[in-house]
């Protein structure tokens, strides 16, 4: 089994905003809660918002990512049916700060678990934020109960259930703060929105992420993990290394196409007209459609990305 080395260098609209629209939805009830065993106590659970996974055993439940808060009390309800009554929550990792995988921290925060995240995704949550790329959303700070308590940079270890799981920071990718969590010795990667598993991912330009930094992530977990690895993504059911390896294929020929033309001179609605993604699109266009992605491209690099 390989290690990581001890340092290492909606569908916007869709999967940024609740089931039914932005506003005053009626539908959490009807968001079904799948669960299905990975192995190794590690379990994929899907709701309303990005992917889940949840971790039993002796020592108690870790969980990654908490879906948004109306999703709370089935979500909570159905990792401690997966425990067994007298194992509680105690670890939630945050893979990176958006509200579809954060709004949720505070329900688990009262259920017992201890929030661990990158110290980006504290800083971001602290504050008032705007996301300039998803139409100026605004998005309360959370409460102070629903913030990390225990923060890291670059990366963090943790001995819990018999596996030993590492918490790596992957810079200037989808967002600020991003982490991938790797249970080693049950061979599962939750990547967080680093990987939309079959679709164009959104990319937070506003909080530094970029395509060339979610290539440099993939090829990171790539050289270290297994043939046999399992990836969580953040959106998308569970994939293999063949599902990741497209990914990565196609967010190279994205960038290299959209760079070909911001360097030939191009403005952004210039670079979208020419449709740089066209046959791509009925793969991958599924969710974020391919201008929105292209556009984002587009501002990543002109801040340097
Ligand atoms: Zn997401
Ligand atoms: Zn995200």
Redesign the pocket.
Known sequence: MRNWPMILPFFLILC?SPPGGVQGLQDWDSVEIQVSPIRGGVNFVTAAG?NLAAFVGPDGVLVVDADYAEMSDRLISTVKELAGSDTGIRFLVNT?W?F??TSGNEAFAAAGATIIAHEGVARLLSADQVMAAVGGREVPAAPESARPSITFNDRMNLTLNGDVIHMVHMPDA??NGDVIVHFRDADVIHM??LFFNGRYP?I?VDQGGNISGMIQAVEEVLDHSLESTVFIP?HGPLADRDNLLAYREMLTTVRDRVRALLDAGMSRDEVIAEKPTEDLDEIWGSGLTGDRLVGLVFDGMSRGG
Do not use: T, V
Request: hydrophobic share 15%; aromatic share 8%.
């Open positions: 940024l990005g990176h958006h579809d995988h989808h967002s967080g929105d959104f937070d953040g």
